[in-house]
């Protein structure tokens, strides 16, 4: 296989899903499009990486069918309000997975749970997310997919009943930072930073709805590019309550692109060094860029978390975040919080090691990127 056409694409979806309709609105396509006229013109991914990228762009396109025919039978769904739920975002490796693995262990939080972006339809039965059928069937897989990238767990890993990024109900309209990052797109990575997000969050909150209507609770949500993205995301949730989290730039920019690297040659015949090196500094850098003029604009929308207190004391940090949220501090959240610690070590798969050299970039230069940033945060980074 050497190439992937759009018809492809939608044929498979369509066999997926037993011959369900298109979805109802067409923002999907663009996004798409792009994608593969990128992978046709680049030509840089293994036979491995076409046969992955076609099952998840079907997956993605599937979901989406799904949702919106499971949308048109149940319209009541969409009455009920997505109230007050609480992102976390901000630069990527600043602690965002920590901080939602913590708010998760509170039993009034509902996180989005890794298994559940691709199988939101029909939802998991009241009382029943970690023991639907669905959940297990993924967790059954958590084994081999440490066995199967024994790097990439080192950077990242999450359990399939456990919290995720909401990058995967975005894809689903084909508007996510995850596909970037993948192989080089260099025209969606151009696309990804201005064009017209709505219509993804507005499918995210559609999903939203769809989980919430038989497990409800206050959402936790996590994805970092929710930095990127920030304007789109206080328009589709108004009463969102922010935490962005922070770590020295360099530092975040070293272990990022070490791990996108390590992702990448599951994709690729080689590592796209020159892509990664063309196109991702600069999208790091509007993941503070961005909330920084948010801020700037209103100050009382977000609670800054730095990464140093995280680390120092959690239980602490967790607190804090709390009082802000004018949320109780319960002592059985608190003895789930200290469990997971002890369960989940830093380095719990292996230490990852990561060097801005390795990638071609210099610590004055990524200081140069975000100064601006560093100038409001730098003293607590």
């Given at each position: 296989m050497s190439s992937l056409s759009f018809q492809e694409i939608v044929d498979g979806a369509r066999e997926a899903t037993g011959g369900l309709p298109d979805p109802d609105s067409d923002s999907w396509r663009e996004g798409l499009e792009i994608l593969l006229a990128d992978h046709a013109a680049e030509q840089c991914l293994s036979e491995r990486g076409w046969?992955?990228?076609?099952?998840?762009y079907v997956s993605a396109l599937a979901s989406r069918m799904r949702v919106d025919a499971y949308l048109r039978d149940n319209p009541q769904i969409l009455k009920a309000p997505v109230v007050a739920p609480i992102v976390i975002l901000g630069l990527v490796r600043t602690g965002t997975t920590l901080v939602s693995y913590l708010m998760n262990e509170n039993p009034q939080h509902r996180s989005l749970l890794r298994w559940e972006p691709y199988n939101a339809v029909p939802p998991a039965a009241?009382?029943?997310?970690?023991?639907d059928a669905r959940c297990i069937a993924e967790k059954a897989n958590d084994q081999r997919m440490i066995e199967g990238n024994p790097e990439g767990v080192k950077t990242h890993f999450e359990p399939a009943d456990g919290p995720t990024e909401c990058v995967h109900l975005l894809a689903q309209d084909f508007r996510s930072m995850m596909f970037m990052a993948l192989t080089a797109t260099p025209r969606y990575a151009d696309w990804i930073m201005q064009c017209d997000m709505r219509s993804a969050y507005e499918h995210r909150k559609r999903v939203l709805q769809i989980l919430q209507s038989t497990n409800s609770g206050t959402w936790v949500l996590k994805m970092p590019s929710d930095a990127v993205f920030i304007d789109a995301l206080v328009e589709t949730f108004p009463d969102a309550r922010l935490i962005w989290t922070h770590r020295d730039p360099v530092t975040a920019f070293a272990s990022s692109m070490n791990m996108r690297g390590?992702?990448?040659r599951i994709f690729n015949q080689d590592i796209p060094r020159d892509y990664?090196?063309?196109k991702f500094p600069a999208q790091l850098a509007a993941h503070v860029l961005r909330p920084l003029r948010f801020a700037q604009q209103h100050p009382d929308r977000l609670y800054h978390l730095y990464y140093k207190e995280v680390m120092r004391d959690p239980i602490a940090a967790m607190q804090a975040i709390y009082s802000w949220l004018g949320e109780d501090w319960l002592p059985a959240t608190e003895t789930?919080?200290?469990r997971w610690l002890a369960e989940n070590p830093q380095n719990k798969f292996g230490r990852h090691e990561y060097a801005l050299e390795d990638w071609g970039l210099t610590a004055p230069q990524v200081t140069e990127s975000v100064a601006d940033y560093l100038a409001v945060h730098g003293t607590r980074l």
């Open positions: 046969q992955i990228l076609r099952s998840r009241p009382g029943a997310l970690t023991t390590t992702s990448t990664m090196a063309e789930g919080m200290q």
